[in-house]
């Protein structure tokens, strides 16, 4: 009994002893910190820097080696405030999914910090006092304040409703210097740009470089602003101040009603000649212009998604800034996703709200090609505020979004997908065309704006290719863009079939000029006859096939009511890195089904697109077992495959191992070869085409065999989990009439007998739980026949 005590015991003090011994290895006044990282099963997903409060790199890992624990040292001044930000560019963490990865952050060879569990990043902090940490924010009030040095945190919650200013306008002339400020530490905590802000600034009209924001607050959230800046060398000085109450109209049946006021002003109704004209959205077409700069970023899993990029690895990109004005009378009101949800979407990596219909940029093919366009992304505003506004009239952010009559919100060119794409763009000339509020939309209180022709700007730009790959120039005499109409800044198209302002849309395919589940199952229904016939209408992908692809971007279409641009077809990536696979795991010619296994490790699957030669098909029931989402596989007789998510928003999770997924139950076979061919497609969560592998195992059969008894007439069935406590779920084919259950025991004695079981929806569930542990015989019999499972029940 003690000797394992005093073995664990020595261990223990060596360990102890090695990692001081470690420690002492930094010079006097310093401190070791060491990283520790466990990987999971897709290492090269997870990278992580380690910075000092100022934001300098002190370390870092882009690459994390498979198979080992990952050790890394570096000896920093005593008493450094020290950043851990660790990135699963998947956005499911280390752990637990896909194996037990894990950190840990070390302090002279003490944990500080670990953790495993987190989405895309999670930032820790070790060795940090007071203001030094968005977890440690020195709490303040209105009035005047220093930060000591860069990225020093303050937390303050006013005591009254208003508008409020955050200023560093008193710092030096010549100081660059940038305000964040947050409503939870659940961010990348030094990045530079806007991400997670609900309010920033960076630079203004009042003071230039030097940060100033101005916003409605509330008295019920805290706010976590951050001081900094590219260009402060010394401690930095800034403000808090409350600039007033709101005034307004608190009636929102009022033409002139203001959510945000808190003292009450008169209220006009509709045909009040007080009533004042909407807001007017605009870009500033000057900044778009001056604005272009021609960069390279590499892919990652959420750019893709999230349509900031248009393919992987290394992409040349033109960035620009986005300035949008309300040169209207009427304030552009947004909201929030609590409290206007249909202004916005969720559906996204980056776990934040966006704002829809915000901004859209186009690439218009010039000069022959009027009506015929490239769509190159879209802006969603994950946060439309007040950045530039005359003192006093900021009030909006990203806790009530709008933008303020007189006021402007600006998107630098520095922000994440603030560009666009032009790696795989042609050569040639084109119209870079840039639209706010692109789909005419009102605002969250209804009010239209009062002009959309000068919702455009445009850039024209001749894209080519040399040595250093993509490049561009501007041209800065050309001629406004035309529609197919010849009107400027016109909005009709070409539609598929190359009608000007026709209404033939890509995914109608029974031409009612309506996309519907009539036209999904019409896919559905094409692609498993094989009786698609190739158009451009029938192509929502643009790859020139027709297949499971164009499928899942119809019913992805469907599902979001074409927000997020869903329904702009032809659209869908094709992405080469990533492979699924799928092979015959059993052929039984005597009960006549065969079972086909897959595996997809690179990521999760939402639909797949096989054919099984030889055999003359029936029904198809799946494999898939253990809280899956909603799924179907369906086959046509001739052997076609299609396997789809119900809800395009879930998915099947990755796996590394081989698992059943699906038995198909045949009638004959028509060959004497049974083997898988294509087409062979397979879309991931992010709805990108995968490359498929087949297993190129040929099965010898007699040809033209025919069963005793078809097995579509029979009630097969699985049962799940299989060993378990005695609780069965049962999940086959169903049958129209009740069924009844027997259980034996391997002496083929009758133990227990249950009828008039409801079987018609192909599943029930059954309870055993009483049994000794054992191995059973569960016979079912219907009206369509008898079958048989072994199931184990162990405790």
Same mark, same amino acid.
């Given at each position: 009994m003690i000797r394992p005590f005093t073995q664990l015991t020595a261990f223990l003090v060596v360990l102890f002893l090695s990692l001081s011994a470690g420690a002492q290895n930094c010079p006097t006044g310093q401190t070791r910190i060491t990283v520790v990282l466990t990987p999971d099963n897709y290492p090269g997903e997870i990278s992580w820097i380690l910075q000092n409060q100022m934001g300098d790199?002190?370390?870092?890992?882009?690459?994390? &080696? !498979?198979?080992?624990?990952?050790?890394?040292?570096?000896?920093?001044?005593?008493?450094?405030?020290?950043?851990?930000?660790?990135?699963? =560019?998947?956005?499911?963490?280390?752990?637990?999914?896909?194996?037990?990865?894990?950190?840990? @952050?070390?302090?002279?060879?003490? &944990?500080?910090?670990?953790?495993?569990?987190? !989405?895309?990043?999670?930032? /820790?902090?070790?060795?940090?006092?007071?203001?030094?940490?968005?977890?440690?924010?020195? &709490?303040?009030?209105?009035?005047?304040?220093?930060? %000591?040095?860069?990225?020093?945190?303050?937390?303050? /919650?006013?005591?009254?409703?208003?508008?409020?200013?955050?200023?560093?306008?008193?710092?030096?002339?010549?100081?660059?210097?940038?305000?964040?400020?947050?409503?939870?530490? =659940?961010?990348?905590?030094?990045?530079?740009?806007?991400?997670?802000?609900? @309010?920033?600034?960076?630079?203004?009209s009042v003071c230039g470089q030097r940060a100033r924001v101005q916003a409605y607050m509330d008295t019920a959230t805290t706010y976590l602003i951050r001081i900094g800046g590219a260009n402060a060398p010394g401690p930095i000085p800034f403000n808090i101040s409350f600039i007033g109450a709101i005034a307004g109209c608190p009636d929102? #049946?009022?033409?002139?009603?203001?959510? @945000?006021?808190?003292?009450?002003?008169?209220?006009?109704? #509709? #045909?009040?000649?007080?009533?004042? %004209?909407? %807001?007017?959205?605009?870009?500033?077409?000057?900044?778009?212009?001056?604005?272009?700069?021609?960069?390279t970023v590499s892919s990652t899993t959420c750019r893709v998604q999230e349509k900031c990029l248009t393919g992987f690895g290394t992409r040349t990109i033109i960035r620009f800034t986005t300035d949008i004005r309300n040169i209207g009378q009427s304030d552009y009101f947004i909201g929030s996703p609590s409290t206007h949800p249909g202004q916005f979407n969720t559906v996204n990596c980056h776990n934040h709200t966006h704002y829809e219909g915000y901004a859209e940029y186009v690439l218009y093919p010039e000069p022959t090609a009027q009506g015929s366009r490239i769509p190159i992304g879209f802006k969603n505003g994950f946060c439309v505020?007040?950045?530039?506004?005359?003192?006093?009239?900021?009030?909006?952010?990203?806790?009530?979004? !709008?933008?303020?009559?007189?006021?402007?919100?600006?998107?630098?060119?520095?922000?994440?997908?603030?560009? $666009?794409? $032009?790696?795989?763009?042609?050569?040639?000339?084109?119209?870079?065309?840039? /639209?706010?509020?692109?789909?005419?939309?009102?605002?969250? @209180?209804?009010?239209?704006?009062?002009?959309?022709?000068?919702?455009?700007?445009?850039?024209?730009? #001749?894209?080519?290719?040399?040595?250093?790959? /993509?490049?561009?120039?501007?041209?800065? =005499?050309?001629?406004?863009?035309?529609?197919?109409?010849?009107?400027?800044?016109?909005?009709?198209?070409?539609?598929?079939?190359?009608?000007?302002?026709?209404?033939?849309? $890509?995914?109608?395919?029974?031409?009612?000029?309506v996309r519907n589940a009539v036209d999904y199952g019409l896919y559905s229904g094409g692609l498993l006859q094989d009786t698609l016939r190739y158009s451009v209408c029938k192509d929502a992908t643009g790859d020139s096939l027709i297949d499971v692809w164009d499928l899942v971007q119809l019913g992805n279409c469907l599902q979001l009511n074409g927000s997020s641009g869903s329904c702009n077809f032809p659209q869908g990536l094709k992405n080469p890195a990533q492979t699924v696979q799928v092979r015959i795991d059993v052929l039984d010619t005597v009960q006549n089904y065969i079972d086909i296994s897959m595996r997809n490790n690179d990521a999760g699957l939402v639909a797949m697109q096989f054919q099984v030669h030889g055999l003359r098909f029936t029904s198809a029931m799946s494999l898939l077992l253990g809280g899956m989402p909603a799924h179907q596989f369906q086959v046509g007789a001739d052997g076609m495959v299609l396997f789809t998510i119900n809800n395009?928003?879930?998915? $099947? %999770?990755?796996? !590394?191992?081989?698992?059943?997924?699906?038995?198909?139950?045949?009638s004959r076979t028509t060959d004497s070869l049974v083997y898988l061919e294509g087409p062979r497609v397979a879309v991931n969560n992010g709805l990108e085409k995968n490359t498929l592998e087949t297993d190129l195992t040929r099965f010898r059969v007699f040809r033209n065999t025919t069963s005793v008894k078809d097995l579509s007439r029979r009630p097969s069935f699985i049962a799940f989990p299989n060993p378990s406590e005695g609780q069965f779920r049962l999940q086959g084919l169903p049958d129209a009439r009740p069924v009844s259950l027997q259980v034996f025991d391997n002496l083929g004695r009758l133990i227990q007998e249950i009828d008039a079981v409801d079987f018609s929806s192909g599943a029930t569930d059954l309870d055993l739980g009483g049994l000794p542990p054992a191995v059973y015989h569960l016979m079912m019999r219907g009206s369509s026949g008898t079958a048989a499972q072994r199931v184990w029940i162990r405790k």
């Open positions: 790199t002190l370390m870092r890992r882009d690459s994390v &080696v !498979g198979g080992q624990v990952n050790r890394d040292s570096v000896c920093v001044p005593a008493g450094t405030c020290v950043y851990f930000t660790i990135v699963d =560019s998947y956005g499911d963490g280390i752990c637990c999914a896909h194996g037990n990865g894990s950190y840990q @952050l070390l302090v002279n060879g003490l &944990v500080q910090a670990s953790g495993g569990q987190f !989405g895309r990043y999670e930032t /820790k902090t070790v060795n940090c006092g007071s203001s030094q940490s968005c977890q440690q924010a020195l &709490v303040v009030d209105t009035g005047s304040y220093v930060a %000591p040095v860069r990225n020093s945190w303050f937390s303050f /919650k006013p005591d009254s409703l208003g508008a409020y200013s955050i200023s560093t306008c008193g710092a030096p002339t010549g100081w660059d210097t940038r305000i964040w400020v947050y409503n939870n530490c =659940s961010i990348p905590q030094l990045v530079m740009d806007n991400t997670g802000t609900i @309010l920033y600034n960076d630079t203004n929102s #049946n009022a033409c002139n009603y203001s959510p @945000l006021a808190t003292v009450f002003g008169p209220c006009y109704y #509709n #045909n009040d000649p007080m009533c004042p %004209p909407g %807001p007017d959205l605009t870009i500033a077409q000057g900044v778009f212009e001056t604005s272009l700069q021609r960069s505020m007040d950045l530039d506004c005359p003192p006093g009239m900021a009030k909006y952010g990203c806790s009530n979004m !709008g933008i303020t009559a007189g006021c402007g919100d600006i998107y630098s060119r520095s922000l994440e997908c603030q560009w $666009i794409d $032009i790696t795989d763009v042609p050569d040639g000339d084109y119209i870079l065309a840039m /639209k706010v509020n692109w789909d005419q939309s009102p605002d969250a @209180l209804g009010r239209y704006e009062t002009n959309y022709a000068n919702n455009w700007a445009q850039v024209c730009l #001749n894209i080519y290719t040399n040595a250093q790959g /993509k490049q561009f120039t501007r041209d800065t =005499s050309c001629a406004p863009y035309r529609d197919c109409a010849g009107v400027a800044y016109g909005n009709a198209l070409r539609d598929c079939e190359g009608v000007c302002g026709g209404r033939a849309m $890509i995914g109608d395919l029974n031409a009612d000029t395009f928003a879930q998915e $099947i %999770p990755r796996s !590394g191992s081989w698992r059943s997924a699906v038995r198909l139950f045949f």
